[in-house]
């Protein structure tokens, strides 16, 4: 009887020792399949939260909350819309955004930051001075070099293809392809493909790819990236859900380590002595998704550039009065009321 008692006790680790992180034919730990980052948690904490970690009831009551912002989207007013005024985007049909904070550890999580402890981006002033300087100057788009990228369907908006990855409103799913000598990561979101070489030497410094130069060394079971040499039309990454600078010169280390035939547990470093005072830390999951991955068709650059040139040129409105009207009318990255990161501010 004691042993029986013994075993149905054990039984549980047995399972749980039972997974061991799948091997590629050469050896490497496998993190091939295609991967979701979908959640209702931001990069930086919560309005109206202090703690990283919260409880399980009050997590369901904010995910309840959400939901019920989420469904507020499609509840146009009737009749037409007033002239000026901003008609909004898409309705919830387009939005794969998640419905459920982040978890990680069984431990529902307000922020993807998890250093500092405020769960914020600790800008220098000369960073915070290059975040809103770029964030205005993103607000004027008279000319087709002044969009944003994700509008000129270069790379996908924010810093959904990172590095860091983190997720947006939708598009949220990536697939991972390896070989003996890279490690190659598809975007969902603009249909960008992040190469990652496996060792070797930095490319030379003039050379800055979309996405920066990425090199990867395993240590363990984990696969550690090295990330430098930003595109300077990167530095800059807004999205509704999260706006985000980094410098030209900043380094980006990620983890990328297996923890189950369902998850990749992703952790990031952001380091530049000039954009913030010290280095700051996130984590996310990579949870497993079905595929496959259909082709992104990017539309807004091709027959939508006219309208989107025609509606700003239409105001006719520069110099002091266009900055005048920016401020006094935020960019809706910055104040949507339903998706923005301020949803939940008391």
């Known amino acids: 009887m004691k042993m029986l008692l013994i075993l149905l006790l054990l039984s549980p680790l047995a399972i749980a020792q039972e997974w061991q992180t ?27 939260m202090d703690d990283l970690v919260i409880s399980e009831p009050d997590a369901r009551w904010l995910e309840q909350r959400d939901a019920g912002f989420s ?4 509840n146009l007013p009737e009749g037409d819309l007033p ?15 998640g419905n459920r904070l982040l978890r990680i550890n069984g431990e529902p999580r307000t922020s993807i930051i998890v250093d500092p402890e405020n769960g914020k981006v600790p800008y220098t002033l000369t960073g915070w001075a290059r975040y809103w300087w770029t964030l205005i100057k993103s607000q004027k788009r008279n000319n ?14 924010g810093s959904t293809g990172g590095p860091p990855m983190l997720p947006v409103l939708y598009n949220n799913n990536y697939q991972f392809v390896q070989t003996p000598g890279q490690v190659a990561i598809l975007v969902e979101m603009n249909h960008a493909v992040r190469t990652i070489r496996m060792g070797g030497d930095p490319l030379p410094k ?21 990330t430098s040499q ?19 010169n900043s380094k980006v280390t990620e983890r990328f380590t297996r923890t189950s035939e369902h998850e990749i547990f992703y952790e990031f470093t952001v380091e530049d002595d000039e954009i913030y005072r010290h280095p700051w830390r996130g984590e996310l999951i990579f949870g497993a998704s079905n595929g496959p991955i259909y082709e992104y ?19 006719g409105v520069d ?28």
């Open 297 to 315: 068709a990017c539309h807004e650059g091709n027959y939508g550039m006219i309208g989107v040139l025609a509606g700003e040129r239409a105001q």
């Open 230 to 248: 930003f595109h300077p039309q990167q530095s800059f990454r807004g999205a509704i859900k999260h706006q985000l600078y980094v410098g030209l």
């Open 22 to 48: 799948p091997r590629t034919p050469w050896g490497d730990p496998d993190l091939q399949g295609i991967w979701n980052t979908a959640t209702i948690t931001t990069l930086e904490r919560l309005g109206g």
């Open 206 to 226: 003039q050379i800055r790819p979309w996405l920066g130069d990425s090199i990867g060394h395993w240590e363990v079971d984990t696969l550690v990236v090295e």
């Open 83 to 97: 002239a000026g005024d901003t008609v909004g985007g898409y309705n919830t049909a387009w939005l794969n955004r």
């Open 144 to 157: 087709p070099e002044e969009q944003l990228l994700g509008d000129r369907c270069v790379v996908g908006f």
């Open 319 to 346: 110099g002091i009065r266009w900055l005048y009207n920016l401020i006094t009318n935020m960019p809706e990255e910055v104040t949507h009321k339903q998706l923005s990161s301020g949803r939940f501010d008391n």
């Open 71 to 74: 469904a507020e989207i499609d």
